[in-house]
């Protein structure tokens, strides 16, 4: 086995995620993986009412740079959203129920893989996505969500957990969630006025139950995926979105745009969510901020940033439109 060099880690672990009900033996297995590397693993256990952002700058006051977290997606948001724009670098060992940044960021699901992973996987750069409304600015690593995903979020993720008393609640709102008129304002010089139950605006390429937004969809140049699901009833929206792993980007009915700023308006006013937390309603201003955290990832080095300014003009992308 290769001889790594000792290095102090800041493990943050969620005790409650997914996989994470193995506790303590999760745990166990996650800090000897680390050990077998050479890491010397901080464990700090999240707890309801903890301060992750001073546990986070009490770490980088004393010069710690690696921060492991161990646990769902929300987990891992939370953490990264403390870290854009700081000298620290993430890593990643899932332990969620759906795992869909480390699936979109080639981590794999193993924990001593995904650990390995932490001395031989790529330093990437990774974009962030940032939206604004409701008098919060809130950053976002995976999409944010207008409409009727965003109205069931909170019952379904219940229900995925276990918890059946939703059931009802996702009855009722499927029964009257409203059509609206949907008016996308892209990139401050293209106006687009569409009708349906669901936009989309992605930053990595998969949420949800797996649902992969985009075939092919780079982390880190500056531009944002959007989708507006029309044509679909609510019942389509829910049995052949939400709950499909297809790669397929063909289906008319979904309209797809890409853009580094945009504004959603809607009639009438939509729920607005990005990475599950709350934005009130519509409207919503987004924007990306390119390159923003540092992730360890699985992806070969040719999906890795390497022509400099030409990667950022983005040229052949958008040629392809």
């Given at each position: 086995?290769?001889?790594?060099?000792?290095?102090?880690?800041?493990?943050?672990?969620?005790?409650?995620?997914?996989?994470?009900?193995?506790?303590?033996?999760?745990?166990?297995?996650?800090?000897?993986?680390?050990?077998?590397?050479?890491?010397?693993?901080?464990v700090y256990l999240i707890e309801p009412n903890g301060d992750l952002k001073a546990?986070?700058?009490?770490?980088?006051?004393?010069?710690?740079?690696?921060?492991?977290?161990?646990?769902?997606?929300?987990?891992?948001?939370?953490?990264?959203?403390?870290?854009?724009?700081?000298?620290?670098?993430?890593?990643?060992?899932?332990?969620?129920?759906?795992?869909?940044?480390?699936?979109?960021?080639?981590?794999?699901?193993?924990?001593?893989?995904?650990?390995?992973?932490?001395?031989?996987?790529?330093?990437?750069?990774?974009?962030?996505?940032?939206?604004?409304?409701?008098?919060?600015?809130?950053?976002?690593?995976?999409?944010?969500?207008?409409?009727?995903?965003?109205?069931?979020?909170?019952?379904?993720?219940?229900?995925?957990?276990?918890?059946?008393?939703?059931?009802?609640?996702?009855?009722?709102?499927?029964?009257?969630?409203?059509?609206?008129?949907?008016?996308?304002?892209?990139?401050?010089?293209?106006?687009?006025?569409?009708?349906?139950?669901?936009?989309?605006?992605?930053?990595?390429?998969?949420?949800?139950?797996?649902?992969?937004?985009?075939?092919?969809?780079?982390?880190?140049?500056?531009?944002?995926?959007?989708?507006?699901?029309?044509?679909?009833?609510?019942?389509?929206?829910?049995?052949?979105?939400?709950?499909?792993?297809?790669?397929?980007?063909?289906?008319?009915?979904?309209?797809?745009?890409?853009?580094?700023?945009?504004?959603?308006?809607?009639?009438?006013?939509?729920?607005?969510?990005?990475?599950?937390?709350?934005?009130?309603?519509?409207?919503?201003?987004?924007?990306?901020?390119?390159?923003?955290?540092?992730?360890?990832?699985?992806?070969?080095?040719?999906?890795?940033?390497?022509?400099?300014?030409?990667?950022?003009?983005?040229?052949?992308r958008f040629f392809k439109k």
């Amino acid at each position: 086995m290769e001889s790594y060099p000792a290095e102090r880690v800041k493990l943050i672990f969620n005790p409650i995620s997914g996989r994470a009900n193995a506790f303590p033996t999760l745990l166990q297995e996650v800090v000897a993986a680390l050990q077998t590397l050479n890491f010397i693993p901080e464990v700090y256990l999240i707890e309801p009412n903890g301060d992750l952002k001073a546990v986070i700058d009490d770490a980088l006051r004393r010069r710690i740079h690696l921060f492991v977290v161990c646990g769902g997606d929300g987990t891992t948001e939370t953490i990264a959203r403390l870290l854009v724009a700081k000298h620290a670098t993430l890593g990643i060992v899932p332990a969620g129920t759906q795992n869909n940044i480390a699936l979109s960021l080639g981590i794999p699901s193993g924990i001593k893989q995904a650990v390995t992973l932490l001395r031989t996987g790529q330093h990437s750069k990774v974009d962030v996505g940032l939206a604004q409304g409701g008098g919060e600015k809130i950053p976002f690593l995976e999409v944010c969500s207008v409409g009727l995903f965003s109205a069931l979020f909170s019952s379904a993720d219940n229900l995925q957990k276990g918890d059946l008393t939703g059931i009802g609640d996702i009855l009722s709102t499927l029964t009257s969630f409203p059509l609206a008129d949907i008016h996308l304002l892209l990139d401050k010089n293209q106006n687009i006025e569409l009708k349906g139950h669901v936009a989309l605006v992605a930053n990595l390429p998969y949420f949800g139950l797996n649902y992969r937004v985009t075939p092919d969809s780079p982390f880190d140049d500056g531009v944002l995926d959007v989708l507006v699901f029309t044509e679909f009833s609510k019942l389509e929206l829910v049995g052949n979105v939400l709950q499909t792993t297809s790669k397929e980007a063909g289906d008319q009915r979904i309209r797809r745009y890409r853009a580094r700023r945009l504004e959603i308006r809607t009639n009438p006013a939509m729920p607005v969510q990005a990475d599950g937390t709350s934005l009130g309603t519509t409207p919503i201003s987004i924007s990306v901020k390119r390159r923003a955290i540092s992730i360890l990832t699985g992806l070969p080095a040719q999906r890795q940033p390497r022509w400099g300014f030409l990667r950022n003009l983005n040229i052949l992308r958008f040629f392809k439109k």
